[in-house]
């Protein structure tokens, strides 16, 4: 499969650019300048600069002449911003995207995900689903995606193949599972497994030999999926080879009994994967939704990321996770879309979903078992506005999400400094956002509208840039994201 | 403003019918035939009928000539579906959708809904508002909105006007608040309140005497806005007239406490509405979050329904409606967007959100504090099957959420029999859906899609008709909905 351009100019971006400046504050650059070298590198961040200084001031300082700069030039009500990291999707469930009933995690994954996975050895049918998959999450905007693929290795090197001829930044990881999965779809041993897992790793660095773009990625699907043995192993070939670890924890009450019930020896969930050597600053470990406070703390002792996914959470019951708790106790937190525990491959939506979701952490619970307003003891409203305050504080903003769907996610990945953000130095992975503008004259009643593709977002035109980027994330979809760029290549546009 | 062309001729539709047989069930109608005549009701739904056997056997019995027929073929993978019922929506509220912040019912009134209400009576901006509100909602498939207007009465009886320009079924309503408004945005006495009401009333009818596409509705904004006298004139009103009501009900913790303390003589919330008259089979109330199972019964007792609206619930922390328990107790519930407490105008997107609400309603919770499995006593094992039983029946499927968005809604109106699904008698108010078809070489590379005014449901061809709904409720979009008709007359179509 041919690839597409590459990067042959130095370039030059001219706009707004919108990005975390940090947890609960975005940066909003006005006529602003970024030059963007061709390796892909942001080389310069002008503010107050049109294409006029840039190229009278800028391109001396850089060593560019005027004619080796390819420019983009962001339209009025256009803004840059950083691309998505997708901290845990299946690309393989992807086909499954919105079916799981009424479902939970154990019973789901036996109903449709194992069936599904096992099917993907077909490599045709792989290529179609990988393909797809692939070209989705560019198009809502996601730059860098961390990848669980299935058992099968030359399936799991196709993945990987068509991230890099794609463009897209990804870890690729082998899954591997040497129990609890159904006779067709385990691995026969755990030796098998971590060879199995060498295979891909091997695969990928032919491809890609300093893993710039696409990397592996060392994938326990879970601890009741793996024997101690798989594990251990596992463990030594994160030392040996310095990887980084994805695997699930704590997402779903059964699952949690089940890990205990088959680790007894562990102090608790995360102390298994501790034991085993998979807990680290490498390692992102899938929902957290119900670590306890010390499990929480030992997370963040050792440095690992947390992948929040609450469309996933949502959809399967799992629970509501605490991220603020996660983030007070000093863990690193990014989103996950979980596709297909998750219904949808935005990360935009999981934005939005992470919001909500942390509203439900906040919300009054059981109100009706609750004396009302007016029937309680005096001593009692003390304790309860307490209550109150630390519940609004469970609370995510806009800008909070956003974080997430970022720098959170570079944090998570282990790229902090190198993506999600528009700082010199770091990499230009970003997109090009463009909400819809509302005419004058928007009264007739023509059945046929004349802006379809703008999507949803309608912007009237008295908003701040605030209540844009809000309307963007509570309305906004793939039709909003109208170029993206992984490393300075342009890797998707809408036409 | 002038209308677009009625529908002229007698209509045969062809294709692939689906809607609620029943609350938790779909019929799936293939290669079936439905004749509209030129009033827009079903006189006919033939299954197993092709154009040739409709020519041949079917239209000779209602008496139509092939000349005189339009047909529309529905594609291989579209599917009719009736139009949405979006049981509560707030016009003037659309520019600010997805504007909330972190703020809560009380505090969200005036901060962001008062002075966009307020600013309405400028009937230009009325107009561009309006006008946008209804081209997005048809778009989104709803072939039938209740407004919620504002107190002007000019911008009011525009809103119906622009209604029946674009031929959307709506019930209109001019609010009244005679008390909690801001000085700018208040009825000066509840005389006055109920004067401006009959003002609005007598427009509508003016240009739709039978109410057959647009009706005035009675709207009390909710009891806490509303002096006693205010309330009591509109039940006098709502007995002369017999029109519908609208309003809001324990929606948020802090309203209910208002509530209670501005009618401190009536025994909860819901008998302030039934003390006015307020409460019978006309009235739709909207959240219903925290209802008292006494209110609940009462409310299913004056048969009255409950526009239950997730989106808003989540986004402005207000808690999660039991539906379950409200459709047990006997209350008839249909689906509201609630924009802008509610961030999206689309019904499908408030299905969407039912569905997990409902499973935040399933979830466990504080599993920290709980003991975990395997220490609990065993007398406590019995007691907590039966909880989580009672759990796992709150979760809604696809199937029930898309009752409630069609048939459910048309109960909530008093429309049922009319709307809401494919009979003979019926109106033909209906959507056509179309998904995405994956081709068989999805893997190239291309940066630019060719199809992307598919929108994100991807149907590989493997899928079942009920996965395909279930992937149309999870990651379908207005580009899914290809054309809409309300009483036979095509309101919307995508190019």
Same mark, same amino acid.
């Given at each position: 499969m041919a690839s597409s351009k590459e990067q042959k100019k130095n370039q030059l971006f001219i706009g707004t650019f919108i990005h975390s400046k940090k947890l609960d504050e975005l940066e909003y650059l006005h006529d602003t300048a970024i030059c963007v070298d061709k390796s892909g590198k942001i080389v310069a961040v002008e503010p107050q600069c049109d %294409?006029?200084?840039?190229?009278?001031?800028?391109?001396?300082?850089?060593?560019?002449?005027?004619?080796? !700069?390819?420019?983009? #030039?962001?339209? =009025? &009500?256009?803004? +840059?911003?950083?691309?998505?990291?997708?901290?845990?999707?299946?690309?393989?469930?992807?086909?499954?995207?919105? #079916? +799981?009933?009424?479902?939970?995690?154990?019973?789901?994954?036996?109903?449709?995900?194992?069936?599904?996975?096992?099917?993907?050895?077909?490599?045709?049918?792989?290529?179609?689903?990988?393909?797809?998959?692939?070209?989705?999450? %560019?198009?809502h905007g996601t730059t860098t995606a961390v990848y669980f693929a299935t058992i099968d290795v030359a399936a799991t090197n196709l993945l990987a193949d068509l991230c890099l001829a794609a463009g897209q930044r990804a870890f690729v990881g082998r899954v591997c599972m040497d129990r609890l999965g159904p006779p067709y779809y385990l691995d026969e041993s755990a030796p098998q497994a971590v060879a199995a897992a060498r295979a891909s790793i091997d695969h990928i660095r032919a491809a890609d030999a300093s893993f710039a773009l696409v990397s592996p990625i060392l994938t326990p699907r879970f601890a009741p999926a793996c024997s101690p043995e798989a594990l251990r192993l596992l463990g030594a070939l994160q030392r040996e080879t310095g990887l980084p670890v994805q695997t699930h924890i704590s997402e779903n009450v059964g699952e949690i009994a089940l890990a205990r019930s088959l680790f007894p020896d562990a102090a608790h969930y995360a102390d298994v994967y501790d034991r085993a050597g998979l807990l680290g600053p490498r390692t992102i470990l899938a929902h957290a939704v119900h670590l306890t406070q010390a499990e929480t703390d030992? !997370?963040?002792?050792? &440095?690992?990321?947390?992948? /929040?996914?609450?469309?996933?959470?949502?959809? @399967?019951?799992?629970?509501?996770?605490? !991220?603020?708790?996660? @983030? =007070?106790? &000093?863990? /690193?937190?990014? %989103?996950?879309?979980?596709?297909?525990?998750?219904?949808?491959?935005?990360?935009?939506?999981?934005?939005?979903?992470?919001?909500? *979701?942390?509203? /439900? *952490?906040?919300?009054?619970?059981?109100l009706q078992q609750e004396k009302r307003d007016g029937e309680r003891e005096e001593e009692d409203k003390e304790k309860e506005q307490e209550r109150e305050m630390e519940m609004e504080r469970a609370k995510l903003s806009v800008e909070e999400v956003l974080y997430l769907a970022t720098r959170g996610g570079a944090e998570v990945v282990g790229l902090a400094g190198k993506i999600g953000a528009f700082q010199v130095g770091? =990499?230009?992975?970003?997109?090009? *956002? &463009? %909400?819809?503008? !509302?005419?004058e004259h928007e009264e007739n009643d023509s059945i046929e509208s004349a802006e379809e593709d703008r999507g949803n977002v309608d912007i009237f035109g008295w908003e701040t840039w605030e209540e844009r980027i809000a309307k963007w994330v509570y309305n906004g979809d793939d039709r909003n994201t109208r170029k993206v760029w992984v490393k300075g290549r342009l890797v998707h546009q809408r036409k």
């Amino acid at each position: 499969m041919a690839s597409s351009k590459e990067q042959k100019k130095n370039q030059l971006f001219i706009g707004t650019f919108i990005h975390s400046k940090k947890l609960d504050e975005l940066e909003y650059l006005h006529d602003t300048a970024i030059c963007v070298d061709k390796s892909g590198k942001i080389v310069a961040v002008e503010p107050q600069c049109d %294409l006029e200084k840039a190229t009278g001031t800028l391109y001396p300082t850089l060593g560019w002449s005027a004619a080796d !700069v390819d420019a983009t #030039i962001g339209r =009025d &009500g256009e803004f +840059f911003f950083p691309g998505f990291i997708d901290t845990h999707i299946h690309a393989p469930q992807y086909p499954n995207a919105g #079916i +799981f009933g009424k479902s939970t995690l154990l019973d789901w994954l036996n109903t449709y995900t194992f069936p599904m996975e096992a099917s993907l050895s077909d490599l045709t049918k792989a290529r179609r689903v990988y393909g797809r998959c692939v070209r989705r999450t %560019l198009s809502h905007g996601t730059t860098t995606a961390v990848y669980f693929a299935t058992i099968d290795v030359a399936a799991t090197n196709l993945l990987a193949d068509l991230c890099l001829a794609a463009g897209q930044r990804a870890f690729v990881g082998r899954v591997c599972m040497d129990r609890l999965g159904p006779p067709y779809y385990l691995d026969e041993s755990a030796p098998q497994a971590v060879a199995a897992a060498r295979a891909s790793i091997d695969h990928i660095r032919a491809a890609d030999a300093s893993f710039a773009l696409v990397s592996p990625i060392l994938t326990p699907r879970f601890a009741p999926a793996c024997s101690p043995e798989a594990l251990r192993l596992l463990g030594a070939l994160q030392r040996e080879t310095g990887l980084p670890v994805q695997t699930h924890i704590s997402e779903n009450v059964g699952e949690i009994a089940l890990a205990r019930s088959l680790f007894p020896d562990a102090a608790h969930y995360a102390d298994v994967y501790d034991r085993a050597g998979l807990l680290g600053p490498r390692t992102i470990l899938a929902h957290a939704v119900h670590l306890t406070q010390a499990e929480t703390d030992l !997370v963040a002792a050792r &440095g690992a990321g947390v992948a /929040h996914c609450p469309c996933s959470n949502s959809a @399967l019951t799992s629970g509501e996770a605490p !991220v603020r708790r996660l @983030l =007070d106790s &000093g863990v /690193h937190v990014g %989103l996950g879309t979980d596709v297909s525990g998750g219904y949808s491959a935005s990360v935009l939506e999981a934005a939005r979903l992470a919001t909500l *979701v942390s509203n /439900h *952490v906040a919300m009054p619970r059981n109100l009706q078992q609750e004396k009302r307003d007016g029937e309680r003891e005096e001593e009692d409203k003390e304790k309860e506005q307490e209550r109150e305050m630390e519940m609004e504080r469970a609370k995510l903003s806009v800008e909070e999400v956003l974080y997430l769907a970022t720098r959170g996610g570079a944090e998570v990945v282990g790229l902090a400094g190198k993506i999600g953000a528009f700082q010199v130095g770091m =990499d230009w992975d970003a997109q090009l *956002v &463009g %909400l819809g503008m !509302v005419g004058e004259h928007e009264e007739n009643d023509s059945i046929e509208s004349a802006e379809e593709d703008r999507g949803n977002v309608d912007i009237f035109g008295w908003e701040t840039w605030e209540e844009r980027i809000a309307k963007w994330v509570y309305n906004g979809d793939d039709r909003n994201t109208r170029k993206v760029w992984v490393k300075g290549r342009l890797v998707h546009q809408r036409k």
